[in-house]
């Protein structure tokens, strides 16, 4: 679905957003002139893997999930992203096709722009061009990182530190602890980590035991975030 906006406010809304920052005002008011609301609801797809990528989104609300399948079928959640994250910009450096699916985890309001468009925003803006850069230099830190954790750490503490970043990208404060604020599914943490659905569900059914989570369908609260701190840091237990 397709809703209008309001240009000044969202000139406005776009300074906020990491890949426009450091754009004057009537900049980001051309820019956003040039571009259309998109809506979906919950387990709907912007865009899936191998679409002709003719299209780039900045997500002013809900949260999207991204994905890619693996040669053997498996998916695999490479990140889950909030309101002012900018996604499905394949087409804009030159892509044909969209290496990832990106669906929404709840309902979800995107700005789109056609790859073409954002093509020629890249080559006329400096200012987007380096923050462009400096984005793709941060998803690829954070991918060699999660690669190490992959190779390298046990599955507990991978998974604690799933847990903890959710929390850190959209945790709120209720009366039992700490909530991850939109659905997960254990199967959504089992593909972020690169683990099974039985290890996940194993692991926090041992952590509720022990009073450090509170799982139900989709929803996760931390109830004692430093001792999930302890697992994710493998420091000594008191």
Known sequence: MTIPHDTPALARQLGHVPLFQ???IDVLARIGGQAH??????GELFFNEGDQAEAFFVLTSGRVKLTQLTPEGHQV???IIGAGDAFGGAGAFGDLTYPISAEAVEPAVALVWTSSTMRQVLETEPRVTLNAVQFVAGRLHDLQRRYRQLMT???E????????RLVHEAGRRVDAGVEI?????????????GTTLYT???LLSAWEERGIVHSGRQRIILTKPHALVVLA???PER
Request: proline fraction near 2%; hydrophobic fraction near 45%.
């Open 153 to 155: 750490e046990r599955v």
């Open 77 to 79: 959640v490479l990140r």
């Open 37 to 42: 609301s998109k809506a979906i609801g919950t």
């Open 22 to 24: 450091g754009l004057a």
């Open 200 to 202: 996940v569900s194993r």
């Open 181 to 193: 604020d939109f659905p997960v599914s254990r199967q959504d943490i089992a593909e972020m980590t």
């Open 233 to 235: 840091e493998d420091l």
């Open 157 to 164: 503490r991978r998974v604690a530190r799933a847990l903890l």
